[in-house]
């Protein structure tokens, strides 16, 4: 298929349906799911749904509401309390599932409130290659992943993207903060605040793509490997600051970024057992 004919599949399956809620993160991928769905059915027939909550930073939230704003469609803000559910609370592995179980359940009350048919959310072809329990969520909650439906990878979602002229979309791929912490360990709202001054604190020293991951009371920061002497070259000053947030012991991972880093203690029977 080429990129005009993953396009027009994306639109034809679109336009299925008479009004949709498109889950809305502000990423590249949902920002083109959104442009699509605005193209197929009108801007009066396309929500931009932007959910809140402690496990996501309120930047992310206010930057998605106001991309979603200057693309002049109605936006529908919700707080998800995922910390209320005990998987998500206890950090398991099920916690991905529960969590999207969650994400879409809430989705669909509002599809009721608004007389929308369905919900469209951003996943595309890729994410399929990774440890992702809550897929099975998406699929009994009903919604769709409108991108993978015309065989889309981020590769044709960059080049789609740019030819669709959508260029501010949020650049640094975005996910709960749950990830930063150990599986089956405890998440406190202090935990996960600790975590978003930490990282908030290496953004503003310019790493723009980085992982304060925590055992315990250590921080294991995570930065691609090639700023890895960038960041040592800051090693005094990020080691007073994260001590100061209450870190115990400030260590810097040597293999770099590497995402889904935690998920290297799980077997893979446990993998296995959840995206069944
Ligand atoms: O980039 P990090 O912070 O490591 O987070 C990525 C990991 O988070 C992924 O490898 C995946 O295991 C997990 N995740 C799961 C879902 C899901 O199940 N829907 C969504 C986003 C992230």
Redesign the pocket.
Known sequence: MTLTDKKNTAISNIKKYNRVLVAFSGGIDSTLALKLAIEALGKENVYAVIANSVLFTNEEFDKAVALATTMDVEVITTQIDYLANAEIKHNTPAS?YWM?KLFYQRMNELVGEYHADVVLDGMIMDDNN??????RARDEEGAISILQTADMYKVDVRELAAAEGLSNWNKVAS??LS?RFAYNTELTVDAIERVKKAEAYLRELGFATI?VRVQDLTARIEVPSEQIADLLAHAEQINRTLLELGYQYVTLDLMGFK?????DSLTSETKAALVK
């Open positions: 991905w999207k990774d440890f992702r329990p809550g897929l996910c709960s990830s992982r995402s889904g880093r935690m998920n």
